[in-house]
């Protein structure tokens, strides 16, 4: 009779599980190593064993002879082991990289993304907050590096227009710009014919891809300017004095003839604010979400649209004001008044923060550029003059010009546009941080009509220009930043993107009081301050707290060195020294009373009783 064999014990294993538990499949990129037999695939790496493992270990009790510590043999020194070379990578298809490694970053590069300037160095600090600044600068130092390594990645440069040898290149025309460019960048240059609600004021949204622009006689329109697309077209039946587009390209604020009007991107009026009338100019501070308006009765009013509220009005008492720029690096208003005079303001002080005389007659307009170094007004004393911002507010270059300029723009670049009636003059410089020159023109362009508005593209190498015959977009090689932040200001961000976008930059908005002329020093020490609240603590208390070391107290054993009965050990300490300089005060106050009891009443105040202590 035969049995049921029992589970686990008698039943043999199939020979294709122990084939297949033999055999493993060999990748093309794995070596044979001389330890694999063949057709058999390498097992894990076995974990080498420490020294003495392999050993077998000999009982405590057995004794060991003195005769076996000494070697018969001769101590022959050993040779030091050759370390063996690494092996380089290999990739799977087998080649070797010929530049192993991170890529080497130049010394100058990295400079130029470091923040931190080791020159100033802070004494007497404690260990805690030397610690913290060490691992502060050596973070800074890897970003920068990091930041300079992925510089490598900007594949895209900017690119100018240079002419032949003794060409200018001022006199080289759109048409010829439009012929020589590729189709796409040639689809870039156009001209709207709009001269019944002219002349027209333009602005491109922060990403660069959207146009608002708004004509005298209350036409407002939106458009995708890239691929021509209407957005919106409205009549708002009032004179247009300026259009801004705020955070995003779907809300758009309209200074109309009386008050300030905000629409959405169908054109649908979302509300109306009557505390800004008569507003002649119009901007915005993206990081700060205000917009900053300037009126005919001489106030500059502050309007915080992310909630809604006036943050400050301030009065320039220099009359109507109807020149008006901001300084994208430090967010600081430039006013231009009828005296020959630019005031700088903030919110968070109500009297200007500089005032520096440029012209001898009134200030026609002004423009910063991106870096806010330098600042270019012109006047009605037909002088185009470029100012340093950085501290000393003196002239750099000055150009007399036939007509004067009505209008100033800077590009990403430097370029500095200006429009004197019906022409368009473009003076380059040498890169983004230096001055532009003004000895000689790079482009001139002339329009159909007087021009009424100015503003590069960013991102684009295009300048639009609002006039009283419409909108031209103009081509300016080299004028725009090529590579673009796609986390900052994304041309092709998605709804979603942008409404992401939106909740993170309401979550890092910077408040309005912290708007000054040199934003590192809000990261700086105020010294003066600091020694101040000091004195006058020493004065309040009647000794300095920090003059004697604190009291530390001794471990103890059994559990009485816990954390909360050491604090009670320092806090009676302190509360018995802050008792005895309390009764040492209440003694010298007792002993000086005694001293002016004692003294006759009718003897007459000397001059030396003021010595007397």
């Not at 059994?558 to 909360?564: E, I, P, Q, V, Y």
């Amino acid at each position: 009779m035969e049995t049921a064999p029992r589970p686990g014990r008698d039943v043999p294993l199939k020979k294709d599980k122990l084939q297949a538990k033999r055999k493993k499949t060999r990748r093309y990129w794995e070596e044979e190593t001389a330890h694999t037999a063949a057709g058999a695939s390498p097992g894990p790496p076995r974990k080498k064993k420490r020294n003495g493992e392999h050993r077998l270990q000999k009982p405590k009790n057995t004794p060991i002879s003195k005769k076996s510590r000494i070697s018969k043999k001769p101590q022959v020194p050993k040779k030091p082991q050759e370390r063996k070379k690494p092996e380089p990578q290999r990739s799977l298809s087998g080649a070797q990289d010929p530049f192993p490694g991170p890529a080497p970053v130049p010394v100058e590069v990295a400079r130029k993304f470091c923040r931190i300037d080791k020159s100033q160095k802070l004494t007497r600090l404690k260990s805690k907050t030397r610690s913290k600044l060490e691992v502060a600068e050596a973070e800074e130092e890897e970003t920068s590096v990091k930041a300079a390594r992925s510089q490598l990645l900007l594949a895209e440069e900017p690119g100018f227009l240079e002419g032949e040898d003794g060409e200018d290149t001022a006199k080289i025309r759109q048409a010829d710009i439009v012929e020589a460019v590729d189709i796409a960048s040639a689809a870039k240059h156009f001209d709207l014919n709009l001269r019944q609600f002219g002349p027209y004021r333009l602005n491109y949204s922060r990403t660069g891809r959207h146009m608002a622009f708004g004509g005298r006689r209350g036409h407002v329109a939106t458009l995708d300017w890239v691929t021509k697309k209407l957005m919106c077209e409205i009549n708002v039946m009032e004179a247009v004095q300026d259009i801004r587009f705020l955070h995003s390209e779907t809300l758009l604020a309209v200074a109309q003839n009386r008050w300030l009007h905000i629409y959405d991107n169908q054109g649908i009026e979302l509300h109306c604010i009557r505390r800004c009338d008569r507003v002649t100019r119009l901007e915005f501070l993206p990081f700060h979400f205000l917009l900053a308006t300037a009126s005919e009765t001489g106030f500059l009013t502050y309007l915080d649209v992310s909630v809604g509220k006036i943050v400050a009005a301030l009065n320039a008492r220099a009359g109507r004001l109807s020149v008006m720029a901001q300084n994208p690096y430090n967010a600081v208003i430039h006013l231009g008044h009828g005296n020959g005079t630019v005031s700088l303001w903030s919110p968070a002080v109500k009297e200007p923060l500089a005032k520096i005389l440029c012209h001898r007659g009134g200030v026609r307009a002004v423009a910063v550029d991106s870096t806010g170094t330098y600042m270019a007004t012109s006047g009605l004393d037909h002088q185009l003059k470029i100012f340093d911002l950085r501290g000393t507010f003196q002239p750099l270059s000055a150009r007399t010009l036939p007509q004067g300029a009505g209008h100033l723009a800077f590009s990403q670049r430097g370029l500095l546009a200006a429009g004197m009636g019906d022409v368009v003059n473009i003076w380059a410089g040498q890169g983004k941080a230096s001055p532009p020159s003004l000895e000689k023109s790079y482009l001139t362009h002339r329009l159909s009509g007087h021009v009424h508005g100015l503003q590069f593209c960013p991102f684009e190498d295009v300048l639009g220009v609002g006039h009283s015959g419409g909108i031209t977009s103009m081509l300016v090689p080299g004028a725009a930043e090529p590579n673009f932040d796609g986390l900052e200001s994304n041309p092709y961000r998605s709804r979603k993107q942008r409404q992401e976008w939106e909740v993170k930059a309401l979550l890092d908005k910077v408040p309005a009081e912290l708007i000054c002329l040199d934003p590192r020093a809000l990261a700086a020490v105020d010294v003066i301050t600091l020694e101040q609240e000091k004195k006058e603590r020493i004065e309040r208390l009647g000794y300095d707290p920090e003059a004697k070391t604190a009291f530390q107290p001794k471990p103890k054993q059994k559990g009485r060195s816990s954390t909360a009965s050491l604090v009670k050990r320092k806090r009676k300490v302190m509360d018995k020294e802050h008792r005895d300089k309390v009764k040492q005060n209440i003694e010298q106050q007792q002993k000086q009373q005694k001293q002016e009891k004692a003294k006759p009443k009718g003897s007459r105040p000397s001059a030396l009783d003021r010595f007397v202590r």
